[in-house]
């Protein structure tokens, strides 16, 4: 018995679909060479702004954006909020061109997930099978993020999470969770001062500023330690943090966060998952897993 194929699908019988081995081997490449190159933090960065051009007042794909693999298009790889991202591209460049059949709107999202994994954060239920953009579609571009009182930095917070990308207060919160690694560049945005070369070396480039201390590992340390951050020059807490730990919708899921690892584990899993597949369009509908 046999199934036909539908354009630009696999079929249901026959030959086992190509792209789950080559999910499965890049991801174990990926592991490797992120340990390697510590670049865990801005593997991250980079598909969480591919996933973040998604508006879901929009229902035209590829035009509602999300994670399809345009952020490698200019002019949306060149604007203000993807400084510095270009590094991340090429990265994954040769593992684009050893694995023909992982789109870029995979790769993206798996070195992500992978990045996450290796820090010693949750194993997350990721879904595949992304068709990934040519070419940059006409849509809204990220905006730089300003610096803005902690009232402020709570509303826009909402405005772009809750009205554009359809997350709760509380998924919010677990994703801001996701500051436990990486650093911030004065370079690559406003919210840091400190720049290239400005700290010792360390992991990774010199310079930039980051949430915790030992910024390469994925804990609850940045609700635990928060304080640390408020009294250390070194650590960054920007007005958007301090909104997370004022703001009566948002508080008590950053003292649960801050009281139980396990529960933001499975909370900030299930809210990658979730940005992830923003604006996708899988083949098939269904999306493969590789788990």
Not at 49 to 61: C, P, V
Not at 82 to 99: I, P, T, V
Not at 214 to 220: A, G, I, K
Request: some cysteine; overall charge negative; glycine content about 10%.
């Amino acid at each position: 018995m046999g199934a036909a194929m539908s354009d630009g699908c696999f079929a249901m019988f026959g030959p086992p679909d190509p792209r789950i081995r080559e999910l499965q081997k890049c991801k174990e490449e990926l592991k490797d060479f992120i340990q390697k190159r510590s670049c865990h933090p801005i593997l991250l960065r980079l598909a969480w702004h591919d996933s973040g051009t998604y508006d879901q007042r929009l229902d035209n794909f590829p035009a509602r954006g999300g994670a399809t693999g345009s952020i490698r298009f200019d002019p949306e790889m060149n604007s203000a909020a993807n400084a510095g991202m270009s590094k991340a591209l090429d990265f994954l460049a040769k593992f684009a061109e050893k694995y023909p059949y992982v789109s870029w709107g995979d790769l993206i999202q798996l070195a992500a997930a992978t990045a996450i994994e290796c820090a010693g954060g949750p194993v997350i239920d990721m879904r595949y099978g992304r068709v990934a953009v040519g070419s940059e579609p006409e849509q809204q571009q990220q905006q730089q993020q300003q610096q803005v009182g902690v009232e402020a930095a709570a509303r826009q917070l909402r405005m772009i999470f809750s009205e554009k990308l359809g997350f709760t207060d509380q998924e919010i919160v677990a994703l801001a969770g996701a500051r436990t690694i990486g650093r911030a560049f004065k370079e690559r945005g406003g919210s840091c001062s400190f720049g290239y070369g400005d700290h010792s070396a360390g992991c990774g480039i010199a310079g930039g500023a980051a949430w915790t201390r030992n910024w390469l590992t994925f804990d609850n340390s940045y609700f635990t330690n928060h304080m640390d951050a408020m009294e250390d020059d070194d650590l960054l807490w920007l007005p958007m943090d301090a909104s997370l730990q004022a703001d009566a919708g948002f508080k008590p899921t950053f003292e649960l966060y801050a009281r139980d690892q396990a529960i933001f584990f499975r909370d900030y899993a299930k809210a990658h998952k979730k940005l992830s597949e923003l604006g996708s369009k899988f083949e098939p509908a269904e999306g493969i897993k590789i788990q």
